[in-house]
């Protein structure tokens, strides 16, 4: 039977009924698939990408096309989560009619069901454009990565005078601009506990404590891919960095020592291939 897909309502509703939304970064088919499978509610194709996979130190260097290109990937793999595109840095800063187009382009051509930017109020009549174009919105307020420079770094947002009240405002502006959720990031416990009383709409936490509606992680941390970075936020639920450097010392070692591949992992001349043996590992598509 055809999985029911996770939607803006269902979000909503989740928040409604008290139950807590799962939410993970996803970048490519593969781990969209598995995400998916495992009953993440929503997968975030985020431009921390540009971190992950591109190697750069910020996120500031993603394009839309590269966004684009990912959302199309991930969307392949995934049959029931909900799967959010991230509107990268520049790509609606300048203009409502330059941020209509990034966001049209994400879901036209990266297939995506929702965008995310980030910034409160001063994006609040970009965000009801959008929603009156028919794309719903996820807010990101908080640590936004993409004001690296503007903040000096990246660093836990609200401290300050005026964070809690500036926060709140920014939230409830996007709330009554028509976004249907907020991400929260990098925040103080307990404002994020405000925030998520004071609205009608999800809140996602990351780094926000386990009073938001939801989680999310950035998917490489929360596998344990990096063995290097492990900010306070993060819980590694496994340990996938360690494992893939073992079984490819593994693999590097049978290769070197000719103990693969075995007479059962190779062809011969003389035997008939069996029809339904696929020969490449294809996604979302059972041989
Ligand atoms: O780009 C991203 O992965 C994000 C999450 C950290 C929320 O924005």
């Known amino acids: 039977m055809k999985a029911q897909r996770v939607t803006i309502h269902t979000l909503r509703q989740m928040k409604e009924r008290g139950e807590k939304i799962a939410m993970v970064t996803a970048y490519d088919a593969t781990f969209g698939r598995l995400f998916d499978e495992a009953g993440a509610d929503v997968l975030l194709v985020g431009d921390s990408l540009g971190m992950v996979i591109q190697g750069h130190d910020t996120t500031l260097p993603v394009t839309l096309e590269e966004m684009s290109y990912h959302c199309r990937a991930v969307v392949r793999g995934v049959a029931r989560a909900h799967v959010v595109g991230d509107m990268p840095f520049m790509s609606y800063q300048a203009s409502i009619e330059q941020g209509l187009t990034a966001a049209g382009r994400l879901i036209k051509e990266g297939g995506c069901h929702s965008v995310k930017l980030e910034g409160g109020a001063q ?105 290097e970075f492990k900010p306070r936020f993060v819980r590694r639920f496994a340990q996938l960095g360690a494992t893939i450097k073992q079984a490819t010392q593994q693999y590097v070692s049978e290769v070197r020592a000719s103990t693969f591949p075995s007479d059962a992992e190779s062809f011969a001349v003389t035997e008939k291939q069996a029809p339904q043996t696929a020969l490449y590992s294809t996604i979302g598509k059972k041989p």
């Open 123 to 227: 994006h609040a009549p970009l965000v009801e454009k959008l929603v009156a174009a028919g794309i719903p919105v996820m807010g990101h307020i908080g640590l936004t990565p993409q004001s690296f420079h503007q903040f000096g770094g990246f660093k836990v947002q609200g401290r300050d005078a005026g964070g809690r009240e500036r926060l709140l405002a920014d939230a409830l502006a996007l709330e009554a601009a028509g976004a249907y959720a907020i991400v929260l990031e990098a925040i103080p416990a307990d404002i994020a506990h405000d925030i998520t009383a004071a609205l009608q709409i999800p809140t996602i936490g990351i780094g926000a404590g386990v009073d938001c509606d939801g989680q999310v992680l950035v998917c490489y941390d929360m596998l344990g891919m990096n063995e």
